[in-house]
């Protein structure tokens, strides 16, 4: 098994990953989630202006937030005002979006 970056899982850390992996793509699916990302998402891109192709971008990933509230259900999120909070999300475009992740030094 690869992650995302290429890099080989093994072992048991590769049922850990994909158990983390699909509880995110859980909340990403969830009623919760996606009022969070109505609220975030603006109408042009934080970045660059750009009114094409918007997406929101978690400033704290929300990933490193389950993990840093040791939340595996949805209804233990709903618990936790900050993981959804809309402080924590940034209106952006794809192509800006990419730039951020690939290291990009933006101010968000």
């Known amino acids: 098994m690869i992650d995302r970056n290429g890099i080989p899982i ?3 850390h590769s049922r850990h990953y994909m158990k983390r992996y699909d509880f995110v793509r859980s909340v990403r699916k969830s009623h ?3 009022r969070w990302r109505k609220e975030c998402l603006q109408n042009k891109c934080s ?3 750009s009114t094409a ?4 971008h978690h400033k704290t990933p929300l990933s490193v937030l389950l993990e840093q509230y040791n939340i ?4 233990k999120m709903l ?3 900050n993981i959804l909070f809309s402080g924590n999300g940034k209106t952006v475009c794809d192509s800006c979006h ?9 101010e968000l």
Do not use: D, F, P, W
């Open 53 to 56: 192709n918007l997406t929101v």
């Open 72 to 75: 595996n259900s949805i209804g």
């Open 47 to 49: 970045i660059c202006g």
């Open 32 to 34: 919760a989630y996606n």
């Open 10 to 12: 093994i072992g048991q």
């Open 98 to 106: 990419i730039k951020i992740h690939e290291g990009g030094n933006y």
């Open 79 to 81: 618990q936790y005002k």
